[in-house]
Each structure stands twice: as structure tokens, then as C-alpha cells.
């Protein structure tokens, strides 16, 4: 920290930072374009001039860039300098030459970012008269319109895109007043976070094609806080809401989590909300029957059925929230509840949590593994499971090359010099995984190998860091100098991260991840170890309960259970093609669910649930951490949360029920000590409450204008301090309860700017969530750790792993149409050599016989799928399997008629 | 007659000079004698010669060079690049080094190279420059043939490669960082400086880049000692000029003189005067990007500062003359197309700013002027100066206009009035 002086006041700012950035963080008003939070500064738009003085006596100064200018200690300037302000409007005149001018059918409008900076100039009239320049625009897949007519060359879309996001194929052409950013040729972006660019964008060249479908103005929607539920990272978002219809996600910043990014299939897998899949009322089924139900009868219903047969078994599910499992369990009794994954899947992930709770390396939040100067990853291709702590991965990476650049005295945020500075340089950023990732780019060392082959040579690395440790003693040479350049590399770090996961679902993997940070850790460094957990609340589930599925059949298959309630699960996806034969085993199924799935369709008994944008709850994320999600709007009767579904059964019951939600999670803090102090981050929170409508929200008299002119009563909310209303509180609330950002002057999503204690840190009063997970203090082994043998490749077998795909792998975001598009063909994944040793071209199909099930798949080559290995994606049309596993291939012969 | 240095060798029939004929001439003796002296001692001798860069920007080669971290904890590799990208409208006087005497520059390049503890130098050129290239490269091939290229040059341990590298035809691959993301194979667009090429330069690593005619002196320094080279001129800065004259004047062409000879000199004597019939209006005297000097400035001499002290700049030294048949309007509209169409495109003013001139200029010249064009042009003036645009491609567009709206308001005035060019 030290002083500059603006308009000759001292100012206390960071002096690590540029002028630009302690300027807004001081809560000045200075435009800009080019520069962006997470990707600093590079000079090209020249909005953020202002004047710059010697000292005290120079009075004629000289004009410079905020952006580029570092806020040292005594540096003097003026924002309101007469010439600077003048040299501001004509930056904005300029780029207003050729803009079209076109707000009112531009999407953008009511939260542009030009049309803000534009007011702050205080530029009104052009004087340009000549023509406008023009330009095609492009076909760029079913996230994003383009429209570059509206372009400001700011730059940011490609710095973003290529230089952040690690993307190809979108790219600045041609030079001068004719610089156009698209692809080479009309196509889907491939980037799995392009969706971003709709809010880097500055103004309307790419805006979001989803929301065009159904699109209403940014002042329009109704908006509460929420929290993605399409992978384990936990990204909060802000969920926008029209007439009872899910309109677009934006980011919602988290200092901790998602800072400014979200995935695609985080921002655009909401249209499941409004789909065609979703249940919309109680059904009755059986005999032949099929019954719609009232919300009453399906009450009594559940009722009548839970009381007729002997203990009642309640399945929980990792996508539903701790309150509506927690609310299952209570229904139940702690005894018959169990948690909805195979015991092989739960194990996994009760394993992952141990270690997290065992060992001394701390899970480190998405920010920290930004932070870190090495990543060793092991077998998880996040890009695919966990995109946004990819996008993570990548930034870490850039770490060692800005120390590096540093030393030549290039400050981080001077991101071309920094660029130039560090071609070719990687930072300590090491992968283990099973093929080719996108995340290969900016590895230093990478190494494919079978689930087992990783898990060795993680073993081999904890080995080479801690010698007390037991090696691997049949690993080849190179192998073990890999682990060798490794384990240096770690060791050279201060903060090192290790990741991992569960997809490939196995324990040595997980294993050996955290013996790598516990040996680091041993070694004195600050190491931290990640596991991404494959859904929204696996931690959480995890935490709530150790009985699986499998323990749920057994105990049905002795007669313990008759009745299964299923919660928010569809168990088509735990237990693969078996599960029709498997849930026989109880006379009766009752699911709570948001969407028909194919389990469902064995139930007795369907509940229609509310989607998380309808409802309030908390999930854990792959951190530990808690984080609750709000009401965006109310669930159209009949369909109900889910704990509001089973405390009204239990009200029927003659059991005491809850009045909102935060009685559920005051419960759960009570009974398991893991969730005690959930209830003082969001219950409880008095005053005023905070308006989801915006304080220009039109129409409200207009909405039902047909029927009457007066106002509709607004739906109550007891569970949250929210109003579905204009009215409320209009101000900024503390962090978790951020419905919106807006700030006066500001109507774009960079009025973050405002909401922030430091530009790009916390969130004013701390970032949102609750830690549930911190490290032990002594180290407890697992029982479980076991080296496995090297991979033995098998004749005429080979082992079928699972590929997953961004879109496609999930269950909720595929059934959003955009998102359902870009879902690939169901494949078999072979390496080229493989494939030439069986004797199949790319497109040619296999015969794969896998755990009972036989399947006829094209064959598609996946780069670096070693020997031995084939892969089978994770895809909705294809039958979910207990992977990895051995399986066959054959030829499909070509019938002879 | 007075000294040659760079071009005295040169062959009368416009054949280039082969390694024969320039070793015969006394070439590569400047090399032998600076492998047996330090790197240092070459940048001392080169640095009390007050050697100026001869792109434009008259920067001290010397100093320059001093910037790049020497010895063993230096980064490596170290560059050298030559820049051959010789694109200021009225300039010609690289191509005249580059195609006349391509091994002056090899041997000026490996001497730099050596000054600096380069390993690696590159040849910028400027696409057009066909004939240039073909001679440089065939000159690249004989001095690895000779040893004086390759490794352990001469036996000093010495080595060096050299590589040819033809641009793809933008004016802002002259501007030094911009050449260097070219050559890297990136858009032509500026760097941000500090961090300057000589510590962050080709692939992040320390950089000199000089101009063609700068490296072309190094070699005669190098031989003759920095006080003969001071001597060769008559102001402070050291050596002889490539001094060109283009327009409507009798003879012209290219002429080496003594750095800080006045420009009546140069245009009276070496190019003849003008042309019968024709007046003088104007010079630009160091191309397009420099402002206008009229008749009464004939006296100053060119050199850097004396240049700069009359209101212009030396820029490459080789001027423009406009008569007074030209209308200075169209001449200008002219200018600012190349300029407009230059543009990289990076930063807002120059990318919008420069078409937007050129747009109102093209009004103006069409008789379609209005009388707020000339606050626009006074505007762009001065909101397109150093500092507020990225890079001085911008700025350097800006000096004739702000000369030219001062000192031809007149034809200015009249083409808005009478709404027509009155020249036509």
C-alpha cells in the first residue's frame, strides 16, 4: 500500500497495481474498455486517459493511460483535467464513427457496457458524417450471436478467448478500421467457455442466442443469488426470470469460486428449468393407471403408501440440496435413509472427503489454485468434469512465467509485455491423465496412462519426495525420472495444488493425490489437495451419509424395506441397464423429482419438485464449501420444493413438519456436528428485505392487464430475505444475498467493480459460503492405500474407460436444447495404434461387449489413449456402466444378404 | 570530393557488389579488427562516434546497445535484426544500401551481432524489395561460404547465423516491435514500452534492432576509428548521410554527403534545382511522416537537431518536394490514405482518428468541405499526438497535417468556399 494523490487528495491504493485499477477500487469513476479484471491491461483502447504530473509544481503535466501507468507511490494525477476529459469524449467519438447506433433491438441495451462509458464521457453527439464501416457477421453455434457491426475493437473477445481460455479458433483478421474478430469460417465455437464473451464483450457484438430466443430486458428480470448445479465446482450465478420462464444465467462474481467466468454448460443448461422434460403435477400410476393428481391427493397419497408398508426407504441424491435430503432423511429415519450412488461411487467419494478431513493438505479454493505456482492434476479431465477449475488450472500455470517476467521488472498486470516476455515458458503444470485433454497445452510434463499406471506414478512421486515413503519398485526408468522431474518441480513451489477425482472411480488415484500433498506437506510447503466431486453436492452428500444404493437393495431384498422414496435421482444413471430388475425389489417407488427421467418412469408415485431456480437450499462444492442458492421464482402449483413435499407428507403423517426451510438446516446443523455452523451464514438475517426486481422493472400492471388492472398480489417468500418485488431493498446486501450487480452509472454486469472491497478480491464483507472442510492435524492413513500392480495389458480384452464430454456427460444441461446440439454421436474411442492392431478405421464400427451389455459403436480415434485402453463416453444414449471394466471388441461382420 | 564511406565502393552499373569485388575493396577488414577487439570496446568505439539510428528517430546506436545484459548471466539467445523495411513514402535509400552493397551490411550485422554477444541476426526486408533480397541472401550464402558467417567465425569463437526474413507489406513491420512480432510470425501490431527489445524483444529475449543505413556505418567505424568518422560531418552527430531528393526537381536520386549539409545544398546542387517551369513550395524532409519546411527554411541543415530545431524532423533524410502545382489538399489526402491504411488497428485514435481524416480531406478536395473540417483536422491534430496513441505511427501521420493546415490554411479555405479544388 502507499499514496498517490488524484486531484491532489491522497489516496491509500496498492501499489503493485496500475492507476486504472486503484482507481476504480477507490470508487472513481474512469472508463475503460480494453483492460478487464482478470485480464489486466494493454493499452489498445485509450479510454482510461488521464493526466499525469511530475510533482507538486508541474502544472502542465502530460496525458498517459491509467491502465499502463503503475500506481506508484507519489504518483500524482487528475481524472477531471480538463484535456483528459476532452481526450475521453473523443475516444468515445471514435469508436461511435462506425457503431450503429442500434440500442433499442441491440440485446445488450440496459446493461452495455459502451452505452455506460459513453454517459461517463459525457459524449452526445457525433460529428462523424461520413459512411459506416459494415461487416458479415457469422454463424458461431447456438450460444452466441455475433454482430460486429457494434464492434469497438477493444480486443477483449480474443484476449479472453486465446490468451485466458486457452481457444483456437476465434481470432482478430485483417488491420486498420477493418480489424474483424470472428472465426476463419462460420462455425461453433469450440471453447468450452465461450459464453463468456457475452459479458467480456463491452457492448452487443456477442450476446447470449439462448436468451434472444426468449428475451426480455436486463431491467426485467427477476433475479435472486444461485449456485450452478452442473458439476462440483460450484460456481454462483444469477439466474434471470420473466414470467414464470428461466431466461439466461450470468456470472455472478465469487472472489473464492468463479471470480468472472462460468462454463457453457453452467450458462446454458438452464433451459432444462423450462423444458419439455420437466414434471408439472403429482401422478398416480399402476394396474394400467396413470392419474393426475391434486397437490393435496398426491399428499395424501404419499401418505397412504408410506404407512402401508413396512419401513419406508429414503434415497437421497448428490444433485439435491443438503435440506431436501436432510428433510428425506428425517421423513425416514436416520436408519433407512441412504445416499443415491452405487457403493462403489459413494465409496469413492467418502474416501475423497476423508482424506480432505484426514490428512494436513487443505483443499484449497478456486482462487487458491489460481494462486499456486505448481499443479500436479492426476487422471481428471476437468475440462470435460469441472470446467471452470480448468480455466483455473490454466492461470496457475501462467504463475512460474510471471515470476519470471517479473525479474525483467514487467509488473503481472502489463499483460503484452508479460506475454512477450514469457513465450514458450511454461509453468510447473504437470498431467496425468488417461488421453489427449485440452489442458495438454500448457502442461510442462504429461503422461497417459491406464487408472492404475497414474495411480503408480503418483505413488512414485510421493516416493520421490518423501524416500520414507514406499516406491514403486517395478516402474521403468523413464517413468521413475519423470516422477523424479515431477516431484522437483513440486518441491521447487511454495504453494503447491494437487487434483484429482472420481471420475475414472478409482481409489488409488485418490490415493495417491493426497499422499503427494501429504508428503509435500510434510516437506513444509503450504501444498493443497483438490478433488473434483462429479455433481453439484457429492461432498455434501458424502457428509450427510455412508449407506449407498447397494445397501438399500440388500436391506429391501431381506425385507427390511417395501417402499423406496427417491429423491431428485434418477437411478437409471447409478446402476446402469440393471436398474428396472433392481428396483423391484420394493412393491412401491415414490420419486420427488423436477424432471421425468427413466426411473421415474418405474414410480408409483411422482412428485413434481421445484428446479433450483425455484427453490432455496445448500450444496457443497468440491472445495468444502456450503453455499446456498435462493429462490429466483416461485414453482407454479402444484410442483413444490422437494423438503416442502415431504415435511407436508409428514405433516399428514401426524409428524411435525417445518415451517421454512432454515428450520430444516437448523436441524441438520443440530444433529450432524459437520453442518453446525451452516445456519449463521443465511438464517436468521433480519431488516429489510432485498427486492428480486430491479428498481426499473416495467409492466407489473401490464402482466395481467387482461383480467384486471390491479397489481397481482406478489407470492410470499417465508424461507429467504428476498420479496418478489420492485420493492426492497435496493442496496448493496451482504455478499451471499447479492441478487444482481447494478451500480448508478453502472448497468453492466462491470459493476462488479462496485461491489468489491478491491477491484478483482473479495466481495465487500467476504466472498460467499461457508468452509465445512479443514485439514487434520494428524496424519491418518487410509486404510485403503494399496500400490496397485503395473497394467497388464489383456489378450483380446481391452479395458474400457470412461470419456467424458462437457456436453453430454451431465444429466440436466443435455436436455436444454442449445446445449443438446452440441452432444457428440455415441463413439468408441480407440488409440491410432490400437485401432491399427485391431484393424478399424476412424467411422468403422466395433462390436463392444461390456458388464453383460453389447453394443454396436463407430470407432473414433482419441490422441494418446494407450495401449490396451479403449474409452467409452458418457452420453445419454448410451447405458451408464460400472467403468473402468474390461470389455470386447469384434468386427461387426457385414450380413451377407 | 568528399568521403563515401557507404556507398564509394558501389558499382556503376547497379550490379551488386560480390564478396570478391568487397573483400577487394577492403571488406571484412572491419570485422577481422573487431574480433580482436571485446564486445565492449566495438560499442565504445561506435558510441564516441555519436552514430544516430538512421530510421527516423536518431537515437544513439550506442546507448542502444548499451541496454542489452551482457555476459554469462545474460538470457539467450541474444538477437540482432536489421531493419529492411524500409516503407516511409520518399524513402529509397536502404534499398540503394541493400542492393548495392548488401555485404556492408552483413559484415556491419556481424560486427553488431558481435557488439551485443549475439548468436543469431535477422534481415527484415521489405516485401517489394525483390531484388534486394535475392542480393542479400546470395550475400548471406558467400559470407557462410567465407567463414564469416557460421560458427567460430574467423577462429575467434565467435558465431553467428544469419537469417532473411521478407515481410508481408505493412508499413507498421518498420516500427521496431511491430517488425518483431512479424518475425515472430504474429499480428504487426506495436509493443507496449518499457520493457524495451534490448532486455524483451524477438521471442521475449534481449533485442537490438537497428535500420539498415545504421548498420551499413559500423563496419567504417569500426576500421577507421570514431574521430574520422566525426570528422566525415559537418554538425555533432558523426559519419555521412544518404541524402535523397524526390519530386519535381532536376536529377533525382541519392547522394551520400556529409551528415548536417543544408538542404539548398542538397537540392540545389545535387538535384539540380527544380524543375523548369515549377516553384518550390514545400519539402517534407525525412519523408511522409515529417512536416512541411517551406523555401525560407532552405539554410537549415540536415541534421537531427537542426531539423527539429526548424520545426520538422531529419526522419530518414530523404525528402519530398512539392511545387507549386500540387495541391497541397490532395497531396495531403493522399498522405493520410497511406497512413489510414497502415493502421495496425490496435488503438482506438489512430485506427478510427486516421480514416476519418482522410475521409474529410477527400470532402474537402471533392469541393464537398464544410467549415467545421477544419477544427476536425486541427483536432485529430493534437488528439492524435505521442502519448495518446500506442504507438508513433499515428503522431508521425499528424506532422504534415498540423503543417499543412498552418501553412496552406489558404488552399484550405478556398477549396471549402469555392467548394472545388482550385488547383484543377
Known amino acids: 500500500m502507499g499514496k498517490i494523490y488524484i486531484e491532489n487528495k491522497a489516496y491509500e491504493v496498492n501499489n503493485g497495481q496500475n492507476l486504472l485499477h486503484a482507481c476504480l477500487s477507490l470508487g472513481l469513476d474512469l472508463p475503460y474498455f480494453c483492460w478487464h479484471p482478470a485480464m489486466h491491461s494493454v493499452g489498445a483502447c485509450r479510454q482510461c486517459a488521464v493526466k499525469q504530473f511530475k510533482d507538486e509544481s508541474d502544472t502542465k503535466g502530460r496525458i498517459v493511460m491509467a491502465c499502463m501507468t503503475p500506481a506508484a507511490s507519489g504518483a500524482r494525477i487528475s481524472i477531471d483535467d480538463p484535456e483528459a476529459k476532452a481526450f475521453r469524449a473523443n475516444v468515445i467519438e471514435w469508436m461511435m464513427c462506425s457503431h450503429p447506433h442500434d440500442c433499442p433491438v441491440c440485446d445488450e441495451g440496459g446493461e452495455c457496457h459502451l452505452q455506460d462509458m459513453t454517459l461517463m464521457t459525457g459524449h452526445v453527439s457525433r460529428s462523424y458524417r461520413f459512411r459506416k464501416r459494415t461487416y458479415r457477421n457469422q454463424y ?155 397437490a393435496k391427493e398426491a399428499v395424501i397419497a404419499a401418505a397412504r403408501l408410506i404407512s402401508s408398508g413396512k419401513g419406508a426407504a429414503g434415497i437421497g441424491s448428490p444433485r439435491a440440496s443438503l435440506e431436501a435430503n436432510f428433510a428425506l432423511r428425517s421423513l425416514v429415519g436416520p436408519d433407512n435413509f441412504y445416499m443415491g450412488v452405487s457403493g462403489r461411487d459413494l465409496r469413492a467419494i467418502t474416501l475423497a472427503s476423508e482424506n480432505l478431513l484426514n490428512g494436513p493438505a487443505r483443499s484449497p479454493s478456486l482462487r487458491e489454485i489460481e494462486g499456486s505456482d505448481a499443479v500436479l492434476l492426476i487422471g481428471e479431465d476437468v475440462t470435460n468434469t469441472a470446467p471452470v477449475l480448468a480455466l483455473a488450472l490454466r492461470q496457475a500455470a501462467r504463475n512460474g512465467p510471471v515470476t519470471e517476467a517479473s525479474k525483467l521488472r514487467i509488473p503481472f498486470w502489463d499483460d503484452g509485455a508479460v506475454r512477450t516476455a514469457t513465450q514458450g515458458m511454461k509453468g510447473s503444470f504437470y498431467l496425468l491423465a488417461p488421453y489427449a485433454t485440452k489442458l495438454d497445452d500448457i502442461a510442462k510434463e504429461r503422461y497417459c496412462a491406464s487408472p492404475d499406471g497414474m495411480a503408480r506414478l503418483g505413488f512414485a512421486i510421493a516416493h520421490e519426495i518423501d524416500k520414507a515413503l514406499p516406491g514403486v519398485d517395478d516402474l521403468p526408468e523413464d517413468e521413475r525420472e519423470l516422477a523424479g522431474r515431477i516431484a522437483d518441480g513440486l518441491m521447487k513451489a511454495e504453494r503447491p495444488v494437487v487434483v484429482a477425482g472420481m471420475s475414472l472411480g478409482s481409489e488409488p488415484i485418490i490415493n495417491a493425490a493426497a499422499r503427494v500433498a501429504w508428503a509435500l506437506c510434510k516437506a513444509g510447503k503450504e501444498a493443497g489437495l483438490h478433488y473434483s466431486f462429479p455433481e453439484c453436492n457429492s461432498l455434501g452428500a458424502a457428509m450427510l451419509e455412508r449407506k449407498s444404493l447397494d445397501e438399500a437393495f440388500i436391506a429391501a431384498g431381506k425385507g427390511k424395506h417395501e417402499i423406496a422414496i427417491i429423491l431428485e435421482n434418477d437411478l437409471s444413471r447409478r446402476l446402469g441397464p440393471g436398474y428396472l430388475e433392481a428396483i423391484k425389489s420394493f412393491r412401491q417407488i415414490i420419486v420427488l423429482d423436477s424432471i421425468v427421467t427413466p426411473a421415474s418412469t418405474a414410480a408409483g408415485l411422482l412428485l413434481p419438485s421445484a428446479s433450483f431456480a425455484q427453490s432455496d437450499g445448500t450444496l457443497v462444492n468440491s472445495e468444502g464449501r456450503a453455499q446456498r442458492h435462493f429462490k429466483v421464482f416461485t414453482a407454479e402449483a402444484p410442483v413444490m420444493e422437494s423438503w416442502r413435499w415431504i415435511s407436508d407428507i409428514k405433516k399428514k403423517l401426524g409428524i411435525f413438519g417445518w415451517g421454512t426451510i432454515n428450520d430444516i438446516t437448523r436441524e441438520l446443523a443440530k444433529e450432524l456436528p459437520a453442518f453446525e455452523r451452516l445456519p449463521d451464514r443465511w438464517v436468521g438475517i433480519s431488516g429489510m428485505k432485498i427486492a428480486r426486481q430491479t428498481h426499473r422493472a416495467s409492466g407489473r400492471t401490464a402482466v395481467t392487464a387482461e383480467r384486471t388492472v390491479f397489481e397481482p398480489k406478489p407470492p410470499e417468500d417465508p424461507d429467504a430475505p428476498f420479496l418478489f418485488s420492485m420493492e426492497g431493498f435496493h442496496g448493496q446486501p451482504p455478499s451471499p444475498f447479492i441478487p444482481r450487480f447494478w451500480a448508478p452509472g453502472w448497468n453492466s454486469i462491470q459493476s462488479v467493480n462496485k461491489f468489491q472491497s478491491e477491484v478483482g478480491r473479495a466481495l465487500r464483507g467476504g466472498d460467499p459460503g461457508l468452509r465445512l472442510i479443514e485439514p487434520g492435524h494428524s496424519l491418518k492413513e487410509p486404510s485403503s492405500l494399496i500400490i496397485p500392480p503395473a497394467f497388464k495389458r489383456r489378450k483380446g480384452e481391452w479395458l474400457l474407460v470412461p470419456i467424458y464430454h462437457i456436453f453430454g456427460s451431465e444429466e440436466m444441461s443435455v436436455l ?38 453389447v453394443l454396436r459403436l463407430p470407432v473414433r480415434i482419441i490422441s494418446r489413449l494407450p495401449e490396451g485402453l479403449a474409452g467409452l463416453p458418457v452420453l445419454p444414449d448410451l447405458p451408464v456402466l460400472p467403468l473402468p471394466g474390461w470389455c470386447v471388441l469384434s468386427k461387426v461382420k457385414l450380413s451377407a444378404a | 570530393m568528399t568521403e563515401r ?18 573483400e577487394k575493396a577492403g571488406g571484412y577488414q572491419a570485422l577481422r579488427r573487431a574480433l580482436r577487439m571485446s564486445p565492449k570496446e566495438v560499442q565504445d568505439a561506435v558510441s564516441a562516434s555519436n552514430l544516430r539510428g538512421r530510421g527516423g528517430a536518431g537515437f544513439s546506436t550506442g546507448i542502444k546497445w548499451s541496454f542489452v545484459p551482457m555476459g554469462a548471466s545474460a538470457p539467450r539467445p ?10 516511409e513514402p520518399g524513402a529509397f535509400k536502404d534499398r540503394y544500401l541493400l542492393e548495392g552493397d548488401p555485404h556492408q551490411l552483413i559484415e556491419g550485422m556481424i560486427i553488431s551481432a558481435f557488439a551485443i554477444e549475439a548468436e543469431a541476426a535477422y534481415v527484415f526486408i521489405r516485401w517489394e524489395y525483390q531484388l534486394g533480397a535475392e542480393r542479400v541472401q546470395k550475400a548471406i550464402s558467400e559470407a557462410y561460404e567465407r567463414k564469416y558467417l557460421g560458427s567460430d567465425i574467423l577462429g575467434s569463437g565467435f558465431t553467428l547465423d544469419i537469417r532473411l526474413h521478407t515481410g508481408a507489406g505493412r508499413y507498421i513491420c518498420g516500427e521496431e516491435t511491430a517488425l518483431l512480432n512479424a518475425l515472430e510470425g504474429r499480428r504487426a501490431i506495436p509493443r507496449q514500452k518499457p520493457p524495451f527489445p534490448q532486455t524483451c524483444g524477438l521471442w521475449g529475449r534481449p533485442t537490438v534492432v537497428n535500420n539498415v543505413e545504421t548498420l551499413c556505418n559500423v563496419p567504417h567505424i569500426v576500421l577507421n576509428g570514431a574521430e574520422w568518422y566525426k570528422k566525415l560531418s559537418r554538425s555533432t552527430d558523426g559519419g555521412t548521410k544518404l541524402y535523397g531528393a524526390s519530386g519535381r526537381v532536376k536529377r533525382p536520386g541519392l547522394w551520400e554527403l556529409p551528415m548536417g549539409t543544408t538542404i539548398r545544398e542538397i537540392l540545389e546542387e545535387h538535384a539540380g534545382g527544380m524543375c523548369d517551369g515549377y516553384r518550390l513550395r514545400a519539402i517534407m524532409p525525412g519523408g511522409a511522416s ?76 471533392k469541393g464537398e468541405g464544410e467549415p467545421e473540417d477544419l477544427e476536425i483536422l486541427g483536432e485529430h491534430g493534437s488528439s492524435l499526438w505521442v502519448g495518446r496513441t500506442f504507438c508513433a505511427l499515428a503522431p508521425g501521420a499528424m506532422e504534415p497535417l498540423r503543417s499543412a493546415l498552418a501553412l496552406f490554411k489558404d488552399d484550405f479555405e478556398r477549396h471549402i468556399s469555392e467548394k472545388r479544388c482550385p488547383y484543377r
Not at chain 1, 468408441?828 to 468403422?844: F, K, M, N, Q
Request: net charge negative.
Open chain 1, 140 to 294: 458461431l453455434g447456438p450460444f452466441l450471436n455475433h454482430e460486429m457491426n457494434r464492434c469497438i475493437q477493444c480486443y477483449r473477445c480474443v484476449r479472453f478467448y486465446r490468451d485466458y481460455a486457452g481457444g483456437t479458433d476465434l481470432n482478430v483478421f485483417s488491420s486498420h478500421d477493418n480489424v474483424y474478430f470472428g472465426r476463419h469460417e462460420d462455425g461453433v465455437l469450440e471453447n468450452e467457455f465461450s459464453g463468456n464473451l457475452a459479458e467480456v464483450c463491452p457492448t452487443g457484438v456477442f450476446t447470449d442466442k439462448t436468451f434472444k430466443r426468449h428475451f426480455t430486458r436486463k431491467w426485467d428480470l427477476q433475479s435472486a443469488p444461485s449456485v450452478c448445479v452442473h458439476c462440483g465446482v460450484g460456481c454462483n450465478t444469477i439466474p434471470g426470470e420473466r414470467y414464470n420462464e428461466l431466461r439466461r444465467i450470468s456470472n455472478r462474481y465469487n472472489g473464492e469460486v468463479n471470480r468472472y467466468f462460468l462454463c457453457d454448460r453452467g450458462r446454458y443448461g438452464y433451459e432444462f428449468v423450462n423444458g419439455h422434460r420437466r414434471l408439472r403435477e403429482p401422478r398416480q400410476r399402476g394396474d394400467g393407471d396413470d392419474k393426475r393428481l391434486t
Open chain 1, 816 to 853: 436444454s436444447p442449445s446445449v443438446a446440439t452440441l452432444v457428440p454421436d455415441p463413439y468408441l474411442g480407440l488409440g491410432a495404434r490400437e485401432a491399427a492392431i485391431i484393424g478399424v478405421r476412424a467411422g468403422e464400427e466395433l462390436s463392444v461387449k461390456v458388464s453383460g451389455a
Open chain 2, 5 to 22: 564511406p557507404l556507398t564509394g565502393r558501389m558499382r556503376p552499373d547497379g550490379e551488386a557488389l560480390d564478396i570478391a569485388g568487397y
Open chain 2, 78 to 87: 541474444k538477437y540482432l535484426v536489421a531493419n529492411a523495411d524500409e516503407m
Open chain 2, 290 to 365: 515529417t512536416e512541411f519546411l517551406t523555401a525560407e527554411r532552405l539554410d537549415v541543415k540536415m541534421d537531427f537537431d537542426s531539423v527539429a530545431a526548424a520545426g520538422s524532423r531529419l526522419g530518414t533524410g530523404t525528402m519530398v518536394v512539392m511545387d507549386d502545382s500540387v495541391c497541397p489538399v490532395r497531396a495531403l489526402h493522399n498522405l493520410e490514405s497511406f497512413f489510414s491504411r497502415e493502421s495496425c488497428g490496435w488503438c482506438t485514435p489512430c485506427r478510427e482518428g486516421l480514416p476519418w481524416v482522410e475521409k474529410t480531406l477527400e470532402a474537402i478536395e
